[in-house]
C-alpha cells in the first residue's frame, strides 16, 4: 500500500515552460514532508515542509503543503535543461524511523 | 569528509555468494539510513541507526540481510547467499538529527548485480 502517491509519473516540457508536480498522501499525523531532486545517483534535497499552507522558494522552485487536503506541491517556474531529473516526495511519519518515499516523478525539460 | 562515501560504486556478484557493502557518513551525523532502489522503483527503506543501534530493521527483506554500525560512524550492509532479486542500488543516507528531523544527505550508492 503506498503512503505516497506523486503524479505525473512522467512529464516533458519546453524550456521556459512551468510545471507543478503532485504529492499526494495518507497519514494525517506527520513530523514532516520532504522533496528530493535525483539526477543521476545521490538524492539531493530540496525542501522540508512542516506547517500547512507556508510557501517555501529557493530560486525557481517552490513548495506548498495543504494538510487539510493531505497534498503538496513542487513548482518550478522558467524551466531549465538542468532541471531534467526524477523528483521525490517523502513522508517522515510519526510511526516507525522510516522516511517513505515516493515513486517519483520523472521531468524531462527540452531545449 | 564532505559528503557520505559508499563503496564499492558496482559490484557484481554470482547467486550464492556474500556481499558486503560500506558507507561512510558525514562527519557528526548520528542518524543513518540504508535504503535499496530498484529499476523503475522507489526507495525501499531498509534499516534505521541512531548512533550504533539500530531501532528499525523493519525494512530488512530476510534474514539473509544484516547492517551494523560501529563507532557512531561506518556502517556495513551484508547480504549472504545472494539471490538475483538483490539486485539493485544500494543507498545510504546520514542526518545531523535522528527521526528525520533534518534533511537526509545521500551517498551515491552502491550498484549491486547478481549474476
Known amino acids: 500500500e503506498d503512503k505516497v502517491v506523486q503524479s505525473p509519473l512522467s512529464l516533458v516540457v519546453h524550456e521556459g515552460d512551468t510545471v507543478t508536480l503532485n504529492c499526494s498522501y495518507e497519514v494525517t499525523n506527520f513530523r514532516s514532508l520532504l522533496w528530493y531532486k535525483q539526477e543521476k545517483k545521490a538524492p539531493t534535497f530540496l525542501f522540508m515542509l512542516?506547517?500547512?499552507?507556508i510557501e517555501k522558494k529557493s530560486g525557481r522552485l517552490s513548495s506548498i503543503l495543504d494538510k487539510k487536503e493531505l497534498f503538496s506541491i513542487l513548482n518550478i517556474t522558467a524551466t531549465q535543461t538542468g532541471d531534467s531529473a526524477v523528483y521525490l516526495c517523502v513522508l517522515n511519519s510519526n510511526s516507525g524511523y522510516a522516511l517513505n518515499f515516493g515513486k517519483g516523478t520523472s521531468l524531462l525539460v527540452t531545449p | 569528509g564532505a559528503g557520505v562515501s559508499q563503496s564499492p560504486s558496482n559490484k557484481v556478484t554470482e547467486k550464492g555468494k556474500d556481499v558486503e557493502l560500506r558507507c561512510d557518513p558525514i562527519?557528526?551525523?548520528?542518524?543513518l539510513y540504508w535504503y535499496r532502489q530498484s529499476l523503475g522503483q522507489g526507495l525501499e527503506f531498509l534499516i534505521y541507526?541512531?548512533?550504533?543501534?539500530?531501532?528499525?530493521k523493519s525494512g530488512l527483506p530476510s534474514d539473509r540481510f544484516s547492517a551494523e554500525r560501529t563507532g557512531g560512524s561506518v556502517s556495513t550492509l551484508t547480504i549472504q547467499r545472494t539471490q538475483q532479486e538483490d539486485s539493485a542500488v544500494y543507498l545510504c543516507?546520514?542526518?545531523?538529527?535522528?527521526?528525520?528531523?533534518?534533511?537526509?544527505?545521500f551517498g551515491n550508492g552502491t550498484r549491486l548485480t547478481v549474476t
Open positions: 562527519s557528526g551525523h548520528t542518524a
Open positions: 543516507a546520514s542526518s545531523f538529527l535522528g527521526r528525520g528531523d533534518s534533511p537526509l544527505h
Open positions: 541507526f541512531q548512533g550504533n543501534s539500530a531501532p528499525d
Open positions: 512542516t506547517s500547512s499552507g
